[in-house]
T-cell receptor
Framework: ETGVTQTPRHLVMGMTNKKSLKCEQH?????MYWYKQSAKKPLELMFV???????ENNSVPSRFSPECPNSSHLFLHLHTLQPEDSALYLC????????????FGPGTRLLVL | AQSVTQPDIHITVSEGASLELRCNYSYGATPYLFWYVQSPGQGLQLLLKYFSGDTLVQGIKGFEAEFKRSQSSFNLRKPSVHWSDAAEYFC?????????FGQGTRLTINP
């Protein structure tokens, strides 16, 4: 238990669906991240939020839309996804300006049909 | 540009044997270095990290790693593996906001 939770743990959706992934951290951190983990590929950083402000968008397609309402919660809104978007989506948090270590949640396994 | 290479995609060792997982990095300054472990269907758990100071770092679950600047390496070691160590291991380099991960090494344990 790292103090970072993600829901749902598994998600199956069609290409026309809209769904959201949720991440919550209980560590008092002020930075949160979304990563994509696909088979046979290194972890890819998608988005970074510092103090609720987006500071990094790593050329992610607009069908992925992040939202960070406060420092403890992070969402990833999904719409009109493609089958190649099927992956494990990992959320992480860290303390900007403090302990420079990212702590990860268990991930959401997404399958796009 | 930052990069991390884990040369071994898959390693198999016998239970009780020693283990070394290799990690080489490219980074423009003194790096922050991390090892994470991922069990099937789970997120990444931090094993250990190096920021500065003693180049031999102790982590959880009996793991250690040694930072060797001259070789740009940060290899992970364990003197005696347990069946529960079977997992995927990731080396990462960078700071809090810009972690670059290696491809991972999958560890299988033979009974």
């Amino acid at each position: 238990e790292t103090g970072v939770t993600q829901t749902p743990r598994h998600l199956v959706m069609g290409m026309t669906n809209k769904k959201s992934l949720k991440c919550e951290q209980h560590l008092g951190h002020n930075a949160m991240y979304w990563y994509k983990q696909s088979a046979k590929k290194p972890l890819e950083l998608m988005f970074v939020y510092n103090f609720k402000e987006q500071t990094e968008n790593n050329s992610v397609p607009s069908r992925f839309s992040p939202e960070c309402p406060n420092s403890s919660h992070l969402f990833l809104h999904l719409h009109t996804l493609q089958p190649e978007d099927s992956a494990l989506y990992l959320c992480a948090s860290s303390q900007e300006g403090g302990e420079e270590t990212q702590y990860f949640g268990p991930g959401t396994r997404l399958l796009v049909l | 540009a930052q990069s991390v290479t884990q040369p071994d995609i898959h390693i198999t060792v016998s239970e009780g044997a020693s283990l070394e997982l290799r990690c080489n990095y490219s980074y423009g300054a003194t790096p922050y270095l991390f090892w994470y472990v991922q069990s099937p269907g789970q997120g990444l758990q931090l094993l250990l990290k190096y920021f500065s100071g003693d180049t031999l770092v102790q982590g959880i679950k009996g793991f250690e790693a040694e930072f060797k600047r001259s070789q740009s390496s940060f290899n992970l070691r364990k003197p005696s593996v347990h069946w529960s160590d079977a997992a995927e291991y990731f080396c990462a380099v960078g700071g809090a906001q810009k972690l670059v991960f290696g491809q991972g090494t999958r560890l299988t344990i033979n009974p």
